[in-house]
């Protein structure tokens, strides 16, 4: 019977809508409309409840150390500038390690080209035939040669499939990208480590370009000799 029940076409029973004299008030508001506007009045109202709450039960005489330590720029507390923090010796331990980083990913980078370089070495060039015959005589050499023409006409890079062709353009993109941020990684690598040299103890000064015996872009240093004992 249950069977029988469900093959009868039913009516299907449409949400009343907004009546023809109401139009002007918008779309007519369904029950679950409400409830997400219910929970969203509620939950602005529980807030409001706690702040006032908590500020009832504020104690006057309450003191922190960042009353002291901030400041009200606008009606927002921001923390004053706090220019030694670290010592020298931190700083330097900071730089040394942000150092090791920058190398890493150097070398993570070089293995990643290395990788792909190796991929696509000479894949868009033909290799030069380099192999020798030898034949008896005239009637076996134009053989020869006919072979090597038909082997030569072969299909070769040019039928290549655009799907990977499309792959291999984007494999040396992503390729001169890598080259890119390698050599944006080893200028970063030799500034950092000119300014931790620079941070060392002993007297130093820049040379002039023409004391250079390489003039190159970046600024060279030269220390005063000292005596070791």
Do not use: C
């Not at 390698?182 to 370009?209: C, I, N, T, V, W």
């Amino acid at each position: 019977m249950s069977s029988l029940r469900n093959a009868l076409p039913r009516r299907a029973h449409k949400e009343r809508a907004q009546p023809e004299a109401r139009k002007k008030f918008g779309i007519l508001e369904k029950h679950k409309d409400y409830v997400v506007r219910a929970r969203a009045f509620h939950r602005k109202e529980e807030i409001i409840r706690k702040l006032r709450e908590k500020a009832a039960l504020k104690n006057p005489d309450e003191f922190y150390f960042k009353m002291v330590n901030s400041t009200t720029v606008g009606g927002v507390h921001r923390p004053k500038p706090e220019a030694n923090k670290y010592t020298e010796e931190e700083l330097l331990l900071l730089k040394n390690k942000d150092m090791g980083y920058i190398l890493q990913s150097m070398q993570s980078e070089k293995k990643k080209i290395e990788k792909l370089s190796s991929t696509l070495h000479e894949l868009g060039a033909k290799r030069p035939n380099k192999h020798v015959y030898f034949a008896e005589d005239r009637e076996e050499a134009k053989e020869i040669q006919s072979r090597i023409g038909e082997s030569s006409n072969m299909p070769g890079l040019d039928n290549i499939p655009s799907r990977i062709k499309k792959k291999t353009a984007s494999s040396y993109r992503e390729l001169e990208e890598r080259k890119q941020r390698l050599q944006k990684l080893e200028k970063l690598y030799g500034d950092m480590a000119l300014q931790k040299e620079l941070k060392k103890p002993g007297r130093k000064r820049k040379l002039r370009e023409d004391e250079t015996v390489n003039p190159t872009s970046q600024p060279v240093y030269k220390w005063r000799a000292q005596r070791k004992r």
